[in-house]
């Protein structure tokens, strides 16, 4: 049994009329450790308010909620969390805007020089990648299964694979040793939905 856990990720665009309901099935569906929401050039306001309708959903069910590169909306809007990218806010200001008591993670790519100095620094995860093709963003590495095995040998801090996974593709993932399967449009985007995507996932992970 894996320790591997599933890291859902809001989709790029989101109906706020339909999208809770949808958040809350898949959440209902299976093991979830916690949801990122990540909305790219829209305005503040707008992700506000998808904070307020999505992050009672989410907490709701003892599921983390964590915002994408806003650790000021994140703080101000009861969010457990914030994601860092190596673009935006530094980690050090991250923290000290969120709190000690707030998850904090950071983008590495492939590297591991990142990992290593965000891991130092004191961040609650890295994330690697990307591990496949995605459409849901531009990834600016591949990463190649072997850095999650030599970052759990490395460190005790936990790691995150992003990029293109889906069910089909995420043991390799899993047996190298990521602590989370961040996932987009492997559950959104699953055939016969994100409810039975969660399922689906959790059968992989547990079986590797």
């Known amino acids: 049994m894996s320790d591997c856990r599933l890291y859902l990720i809001?989709?790029?665009?989101?109906?706020?009329?339909?999208?809770?309901?949808?958040?809350?099935?898949?959440?209902?569906?299976?093991?979830?450790?916690?949801?990122?929401?990540?909305?790219?050039?829209?305005?503040?306001?707008?992700?506000?308010?998808?904070?307020?309708?999505?992050?009672?959903v989410v907490q709701s069910r003892e599921v983390a909620f964590i915002l994408n590169d806003r650790p000021d909306l994140a703080a101000a809007g009861g969010c457990d969390g914030v994601h860092v990218g190596q673009e935006d806010t530094p980690y050090a200001q991250a923290r000290k805007i969120m709190g000690r008591d707030a998850i904090v993670g950071v983008t590495c790519h492939d590297s591991r020089h990142l990992a290593m100095v965000a891991g130092e620094d004191g961040a609650d995860y890295v994330a690697f990648g990307a591990f496949f093709d995605t459409a849901t963003k531009d990834p600016k590495a591949r990463a190649e299964p072997e850095?999650?095995?030599?970052?759990?040998?490395?460190?005790?801090?936990?790691?995150?694979?992003?990029?293109?996974?889906?069910?089909?593709?995420?043991?390799?993932?899993?047996d190298a040793g990521a602590d989370f399967l961040a996932v987009s449009g492997g559950v959104w985007g699953y055939k016969d939905g994100p409810a039975a995507a969660v399922k689906a996932f959790n059968k992989v992970i547990a079986g590797a």
Request: aromatic share 4%.
């Open 147 to 174: 850095i999650l095995s030599w970052w759990q040998e490395m460190m005790e801090v936990p790691c995150v694979a992003i990029g293109g996974i889906t069910v089909d593709n995420c043991a390799v993932l899993v």
């Open 10 to 56: 809001t989709p790029p665009k989101i109906d706020l009329a339909t999208f809770p309901a949808l958040l809350a099935s898949a959440l209902d569906a299976g093991d979830v450790a916690c949801v990122q929401l990540r909305l790219k050039d829209v305005g503040d306001d707008v992700i506000r308010r998808a904070i307020d309708a999505l992050r009672p």
